[in-house]
């Protein structure tokens, strides 16, 4: 290689490896990445005319804030108070929000714009909550103040995120579950909160926790709270008390109706049913072979016809005996079903049977017949003799094996092929359960002595599992030693209803009947029970706390 050529190599080969550093070299002035996330909201850093100005004339209003944010749902977010004919228009400019006042202002007033939770940052979306810019249209701000605290009545713990709203008596009647109010608040993670800048007035009291942002209360899923008596409102106020709770509606109506995939017809309703019954009217052959099966909460129902010949069936529903409502369904006469015979067990989720209780094999459709024959069971692989029978209850959808099962023993329930034949015709395929019987370990006993402040009222006392759900409900009257006896180890809670109407139930408050709902006292403490130890305690039910 001759020398010209040589310096012509290496001259390339340098500026490949200066070209390299250079775009790595960039490549390294990254933003540097990863360290701590962002959790707080935009900043104010100033508001032109100031916050809290009195003889407020502008025409537009300019917040400027510390970093890049956006607006969520403004138009539900964000309100005026008064509310203005022409609604303001709201603008985003670079840190900046503009607010444009479309409308003359009336004289001699103050005006709050509330931004709720409309204002939070580009990145993570902060929440700027609760934010308000206030005004005078005079020489006086309005600087009242009403705070107090939010729970929830069932769990009695306070509610995060609630909001609170307040209309004066004109509006209550008017805005109320129909439109969004102009005065409300969130509350903090302790459940408090606080609105001010009001004036004095009569108002009318709420807090919402609801599903859809949208600050009015029109659905039955969501939970309430109300004062039963209007405020006066003519000085501070922190010691404000609402209880949100789940109205039961007055009025039954549907929240589902359809065929399911194997033909039977279901129902859900909008509130548990009191003795419901329900007959088919069309067509009129039909109802003397129905099989209905309600849940036990009384809210869903499944209603199955042996006789599917039919494409459109009519039904009337009662409570109590008297007529609740009427509702059809459609389907094709020559529309065919799916269905698959299933079985289930009372078995725990170690597939344990508790020691001395029957099997229990449940279908997910009404069973016509069953072949004893096709049924085996086996105890440490060896075959052995059992009883079985059709239960009565449970829509014919509950066989009951009776056999002395013994503990350390390895059991097997076998459903051969055609075992099964439900109310249709169809028959079940070859199915195999194995389980055992629960150790006496596993069980624990607990005594709790309940002392009652008044003993002339009524008190429902529920013990409640991990999962927040009740195992027993006694109703008492007096100081009363409750026994719970062979029940599962694990962690227990206590709840007390007190039961004004004497009705063994809790019972949902009512805003049309100006009714709050029955009060619940939650046990502070958690039982943690452990094998082979009986806990006994001693508990002191405290007097009711009446919400005004």
Partial sequence: MTSNKKRLFSTQIFLFALLTLLVYGCAVQQRPQGGPKDVDPPKLLKA??????????????????????????????????????????????????????????????????????????????NI???????????????????????????????????????????????????????????????????????KEGVYKIYALKEKAPDKVYNS????????????????????????????????????EKQFQNDGSMRFIFNRPLIKPTVKIVYPDNLDGQKIVDFSKTKDTVSIYSPNMNFDSVRFAFFENGKPADTTYLRKGLKETFTRTISARYNLNNLSELRPGADLKLYTNIPIDSFEPGSVSLKEDSNLVKFTMTKDTGVAGKSLNIKYPFKQK????????????????????????????????????????????????????????????????????????????????????????IYDDNKNGKWD?????????????????????????????????????????
Avoid at 524 to 546: A, Y
């Fill in 48 to 125: 032109t005319p100031a916050n809290l100005t009195h003889n407020f004339n502008a025409k537009e209003i300019r917040l400027d804030f510390d970093e890049y944010f956006k607006l969520n749902n403004q138009y539900q977010e964000v309100t005026m108070f008064p509310v203005p004919e022409k609604i303001p228009e709201y603008k985003i400019r670079s840190k900046s929000l503009i607010i444009d006042l479309k409308d003359t202002l009336q004289k001699n007033t103050t005006y709050v714009i509330n931004f709720g939770k409309a204002i939070g940052d580009v990145n993570e979306n």
């Fill in 508 to 548: 949902s408050g009512s805003i049309k009947e100006n009714r709050q709902p029955e009060n619940i006292w939650v046990y502070d403490k958690t039982f943690i029970l452990r094998p082979n130890w009986d806990t006994e305690e001693t508990i002191d039910v405290p007097r009711e706390i009446v919400t005004p």
């Fill in 128 to 198: 700027l909550k609760n934010f308000t810019y206030v005004f005078s249209t005079g020489n006086h701000i309005d600087s009242l103040s009403m705070a107090g605290n939010v729970t929830n009545n069932e769990t009695q713990k306070p509610e995060k995120d609630a909001t609170v709203m307040i209309f004066t008596l004109k509006q209550d009647s008017l805005l109320f579950g129909k439109k969004k109010p102009s005065i409300y608040t969130s509350t903090d993670s302790s459940g408090n909160f606080k609105i001010s800048n009001l």
């Fill in 220 to 255: 039955d899923d969501e939970l309430i709270a109300f004062s039963t008596h209007v405020i006066n409102f003519t000085h501070d106020t922190s010691t404000i008390a609402l209880k949100l709770f789940k109205q039961t509606p007055t009025k039954m109506r549907f929240v």
């Fill in 409 to 496: 023993a390895a059991y097997q329930i076998i459903l051969e092929a055609n075992a099964l034949t439900d109310i249709y015709g169809d028959k079940n395929k070859r199915q195999l359960k194995k389980f055992t019987i629960a150790k006496p370990e596993s069980f624990t006993n607990l005594a709790l002595t309940i002392n009652v402040p008044e003993p002339t009222k009524s008190y429902v006392v529920e013990l409640l599992n991990e999962q927040g759900n009740p195992i027993r409900s006694d109703v008492i009257t007096k100081k009363t030693v409750l026994n719970y006896r062979n029940i599962y180890v694990g962690k227990f809670s206590l709840r007390v």
